[in-house]
């Protein structure tokens, strides 16, 4: 069982900045890709970025691309995503998820999920 947890989350204004933690524990994390995820009220769950296990590959969704930065520290444990240039329609509630395989754009392809943490972005 590799549980995660995500924390960072918040309200801010258009243009301001969130940095989100995941934080798994269990001695596979090292191995494994990790991503997030995000979902809005009404909406299916969209991916937003992934990273290969060593942190040498990254994906980004395009509706993030050049603001968003996936990272990750394999002797802290800890997977974030800094948050810049935040708009609107980035509002939603941001999932975790850590999978066996290799990096991913569907939810399908993750083991292990977070229970999300709320990300609000007011105009």
């Known amino acids: 069982q590799v549980p995660l947890v995500e924390s960072g989350g918040g309200s801010v204004q258009a243009g301001d900045s969130l940095r989100l933690s995941c934080a798994p524990s269990?001695?596979?994390?090292?191995?494994?890709?990790m991503a997030w995820f995000r979902q809005a009220p009404g909406k299916e769950r969209e991916f937003v970025a992934a990273?290969?296990?060593?942190?040498?590959?990254?994906y980004y969704a395009d509706s993030v691309k050049g603001r968003f930065t996936i990272s990750r520290d394999n002797v802290k444990h800890t997977v974030d995503l800094q948050m810049n240039s935040l708009k609107p329609e980035d509002t939603a509630v941001y999932y975790c998820a850590a999978g066996l395989g290799s990096p991913s754009y569907t939810t399908g392809n993750y083991n292990y999920w977070g229970q999300g943490t709320q990300v609000t972005v007011s105009s």
């Open positions: 990273i290969n296990w060593n942190g040498a590959r990254t």
């Open positions: 269990g001695r596979t994390f090292s191995i494994l890709a």
